[in-house]
Nanobody, 124 residues
């Protein structure tokens, strides 16, 4: 089993930056594809970004491309999401997730392991 814990969320003004972390325990995530998803109030959960096991493949939602960067440090069993140029529309609970294959990465039901989420609030 993989346990995931997110951190780094908070309140930031539009145009600001935050860096989210996703720390894994229970098993090394070095062979796992990792993803970030977010869910705003009253909306369905949506894909944000994904990274394969050795970080040579990444994929982003169009809404965050050029502003967010996903990365990982397998030695620390941790994944990151650097969020720049934040907008009020980025306000959501951000969750990290893990799965074995880098395939259909935008589908949340393909990820068996999830963290509890961290709140990101962007004020105008």
């Amino acid at each position: 089993q993989v346990q995931l814990v997110e951190s780094g969320g908070g309140l930031v003004q539009a145009g600001g930056s935050l860096r989210l972390s996703c720390a894994a325990s229970g098993r090394t995530i070095s062979s796992y594809t990792m993803g970030w998803f977010r869910q705003a109030p009253g909306k369905e959960r949506e894909f944000v970004a994904a990274i394969n096991w050795n970080a040579d493949m990444t994929y982003y939602a169009d809404s965050v491309k050029g502003r967010f960067t996903i990365s990982r440090d397998n030695a620390k069993n941790t994944m990151y999401l650097q969020m720049n140029s934040l907008k009020p529309g980025d306000t959501a609970v951000y969750s990290c997730a893990a799965r074995q294959l880098y395939k259909r990465v935008v589908l949340d039901n393909e990820y068996p392991y999830w963290g509890q989420g961290t709140q990101v609030t962007v004020s105008p």
